[in-house]
């Protein structure tokens, strides 16, 4: 009986001793999927529009089926991330329009402010190409994250934003948004007028 006492008093006491380790408790950040990237491959869009310029071989582009969607309006899908960069295209006939569609993209941009922790500003000069614009890059839980336009300043006017069918949580979709702004860049840094 009493090394039954024995052994059961030293088993509480090792339980107790182990217990009381020095080291503070950390809690494990959550875990998110693996996402397998694809690798870099572009094709060219070249498709009866004023424009022409580098897409990526893993996105599909599809046009704008949506009511009120003017000519070169199109969607680039990128389904394996559950993203689409919505591109829109209009000819400029006044100087007053092309203001406006600068202030819109400018608004649109801007108007996530109330959920975006930063918004940075880049200005697009490809004076050789004639290709001019603003790239915002919307940091946050917004509905997008990438947002452009790109002009000639006289008469073409193209837009593009990056929007997720899913509900926006920054810090899960960020690989995801890093590795599609480069595919924007291409996008940009390969964009031609026609005319």
């Not at 600068?102 to 801007?110: G, H, I, K, S």
Request: aromatic share 18%; glycine share 4%; net charge positive.
């Amino acid at each position: 009986m009493k090394r039954n006492l024995l052994l059961c008093g030293l088993f509480v006491f090792i339980c107790f001793a182990s217990a009381c380790n020095n080291e503070s408790y950390v809690p494990k950040p959550r875990g998110y999927f693996n996402i397998k990237f694809p690798r870099k491959e572009y094709l060219n869009y070249n498709e009866g529009c004023p424009f022409s310029f580098e897409y990526p071989r893993y996105a599909t582009m599809e046009a704008d089926k949506e009511r009120g969607a003017g000519n070169c309006w199109n969607n680039l899908s990128f389904p394996q991330f559950n993203a689409r960069l919505h591109l829109t295209y209009y000819d400029i006939s006044s100087a007053k329009e092309y203001y406006g569609l600068v202030e819109d993209a400018r608004t649109l941009a801007f108007k996530h402010t109330v959920k975006a922790n930063a918004i940075d500003q880049k200005l697009i000069n490809f004076p050789e190409r004639k290709v001019y614009g603003i790239y915002y890059a919307i940091e946050g839980n917004t509905a997008s994250s990438v947002q452009f336009f790109l002009t000639d300043s006289a008469k073409h006017y193209f837009r593009g934003a990056l929007y997720f069918n899913e509900r926006p949580q920054y810090d899960s979709i960020a690989p995801v948004v890093s590795f599609i702004k480069k595919d924007i860049e291409r996008m940009i840094d390969t964009f031609e007028w026609k005319k």
